[in-house]
């Protein structure tokens, strides 16, 4: 069993950053493949990006340029850095891992983006 906590979410300024995080539990940390996903009011769920064990990344077109995924496996943790966030950011992320064939989910963190 895997669990995942995501923390670093909160109400933010058009323009602004935001750092999400996701610690997990495990001692095979650095082989979990790790995603974001969110998911908005009324929206089916979309992948924001995702992080191979290998430290390959893809992101969605939406957020290129703007969202950096990253891994730091010495604390079993795989961050989201949002930059020039805009008010269609906002939506509740979502951290998932796949771990020997299994699937993951997170509780989720809000990210609100308005003036």
């Known amino acids: 069993q895997v669990q995942l906590v995501e923390s670093g979410g909160g109400l933010v300024q058009p323009g602004g950053s935001l750092r999400l995080s996701c610690a997990a539990s495990g001692s095979i940390f650095s082989l979990y493949a790790m995603r974001w996903y969110r998911q908005a009011p009324g929206k089916q769920r979309e992948l924001v990006a995702s992080?191979?064990?290998?430290?390959?990344?893809n992101y969605a077109d939406s957020v290129k340029d703007r969202f950096t995924i990253s891994r730091e496996n010495a604390k079993n943790t795989v961050y989201l850095q949002m930059n020039s966030l805009k008010p269609e950011d906002t939506a509740v992320y979502y951290c998932h891992a796949i771990v020997q064939s299994r699937s993951y989910w997170g509780q989720g963190t809000q990210v609100t983006v308005s003036s």
């Open positions: 992080i191979s064990s290998s430290g390959s990344t």
